[in-house]
């Protein structure tokens, strides 16, 4: 597997995807991103060398072939989630659907420390590489206004660390998570996220749900609070949950 990094790159998802025209195994980061992306089209933007912006791109051939696309989402989420309770020795971490990380500040007060997005590439039906694309807020301390309400990082929690020290361990972590069997790491998951039974709310949209049931194709069965109606709803939406 080639490491490469990046004083200053777009974006270590798309760099990772280039890479991966040549490579099979690649791991991509910077210490400053001017188009990093988010989920739904959402930017993701940070200090130059405080943070990580991390990609780990994988080619996927007939004799290497791909696992389920929920496979890769799920490593990403478990791998971040297990890197920050490693390194700083606490529990304050939780997963949020579908693929972001949390830190609980105070009682009842959770803020965002980690997003993930995975990117699949196809050429007809069939795909031939995954790139799952990390932002861990490391050492920030300001956040843009539009953030700094929601945002925190492991420096804010008190905690400082050496940015390549923790891309290391997440590397290993991470492909401990891929190499994992299916049907296990789907379970691992749905302990972690503990959200079935929870009434949520989708961000623009007026009624409440609840959560019956985490679909093994990593959607969401809601069931409208009101009336009878049910409706599966994926990674498209922005939801709103208690993490507690
Ligand atoms: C989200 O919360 O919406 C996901 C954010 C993912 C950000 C990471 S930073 C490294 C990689 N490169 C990108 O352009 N995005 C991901």
């Given at each position: 597997m080639k490491q490469y990094h990046f004083p200053q790159i777009e974006s270590t998802n798309d760099f990772a995807?280039?890479?991966?025209?040549?490579?099979?195994?690649?791991?991509?980061?910077?210490?400053?991103?001017?188009?990093?992306?988010?989920?739904?089209?959402?930017?993701?933007e940070g200090d130059y060398g405080a943070n990580i912006y991390f990609s780990y791109g994988l080619s996927h051939s007939d004799e290497n072939p791909a696992k389920s696309y929920l496979h890769y989402q799920i490593s990403g989420c478990l791998a971040t989630l297990e890197l920050l309770k490693t390194v700083t020795k606490k529990d304050m971490f939780i997963l949020k659907y579908p693929?972001?990380?949390?830190?609980s500040v105070q009682e009842r007060v959770n803020r965002?420390?980690?997003g993930?997005?995975?990117?699949?590439?196809?050429?007809g039906d069939k795909c031939t590489n995954t790139v799952i694309g990390i932002g861990i807020n490391v050492n920030q301390t300001i956040f843009t206004n539009q953030i700094m309400e929601i945002?925190?990082?492991?420096?804010?929690?008190?905690?400082e660390f050496e940015i390549q020290d923790l891309v290391d361990?997440?590397?290993?972590?991470?492909?401990?998570?891929?190499?994992m069997d299916d049907d296990e790491l789907?379970?691992?998951?749905?302990k972690e996220l503990n959200i079935e039974g929870k009434d949520i709310i989708i961000l623009s949209e007026a009624n409440k749900w609840k959560v019956q049931s985490l679909e093994r194709d990593g959607r969401l069965l809601l069931?409208?609070?009101?009336?009878d109606n049910t409706r599966k709803i994926d990674d498209g939406q922005s939801i709103r949950y208690n993490l507690n």
């Open positions: 995807k280039e890479l991966l025209k040549t490579e099979d195994e690649v791991v991509v980061t910077a210490d400053f991103q001017t188009k990093g992306r988010g989920r739904s089209q959402r930017n993701w693929n972001d990380v949390y830190a965002k420390i980690s993930i997005l995975i990117e699949h590439t196809f050429l945002a925190t990082s492991l420096k804010l929690l008190g905690f361990k997440l590397i290993e972590i991470l492909k401990n998570y891929i190499s789907f379970e691992l998951w749905k069931q409208d609070m009101e009336s």
